[in-house]
């Protein structure tokens, strides 16, 4: 199997379970391409037609093709653990609403903010939505483990990093 090369721009960012207070937020936006659609169809092996032929798609309630809901789901794992509260934190628990589909094209913009902080247990709840203009699509909570200020990842290596 070949490795995964990952190159490193600067050091890891994240908070500790220290630095965390309630109303703390963070934003990751991302548009939809089609490519992505494929892309996560291939990989979770949802091949689900409204996803990926539009003649069928315009049949249905949707009216045309729509992304997979959970690849919405997936830009809360990136600003999750990779913004707020970022490198180290484990996602434990995630529920989630879908209120509206994306479409190919949408820009998601995902917001991810601080409820509550349970510091003697090293876990931190956070609103999680994702925005297609001003309508949410898709909103939940997330339960995550923050790691303390001695927990925390060291700062990489300047060069790249490889990942069997």
């Known amino acids: 199997m070949a490795a995964t ?8 960012q994240g908070y500790a379970i220290e630095e965390l207070s309630v109303g703390m937020s963070a934003e990751y936006v991302r548009t939809v391409s089609e490519a992505d659609i494929i892309a996560f169809a291939k990989l979770s092996g949802d091949n689900n037609p409204v996803h990926l ?9 949707f009216k045309g093709q729509i992304a997979h809901g959970m690849l919405s789901a997936a830009f809360i794992s990136t600003a999750l653990g990779t913004k707020l509260p970022g490198y180290g934190c484990i996602y ?13 094209g949408d820009t998601v913009r995902t917001e991810v903010t601080v409820s509550e902080v349970i510091a003697e247990k090293k ?16 909103e939940g909570t997330a339960m995550m483990m ?4 001695a927990e925390q990842a060291p700062a990489p290596l300047p060069q790249a990093q490889s990942f069997a």
Do not use: H, N, W
């Open 123 to 138: 876990r931190a709840v956070l609103l999680t939505k994702c925005y297609v203009g001003d309508k949410i699509v898709l």
């Open 53 to 61: 032929d539009a003649a069928f798609a315009a049949k249905t309630m």
């Open 146 to 149: 923050v790691p303390s200020k």
């Open 92 to 104: 434990m628990s995630q529920d989630l609403r879908f209120k509206a589909p994306v479409r190919i």
């Open 5 to 12: 090369t990952l190159a490193t721009e600067s050091a890891y």
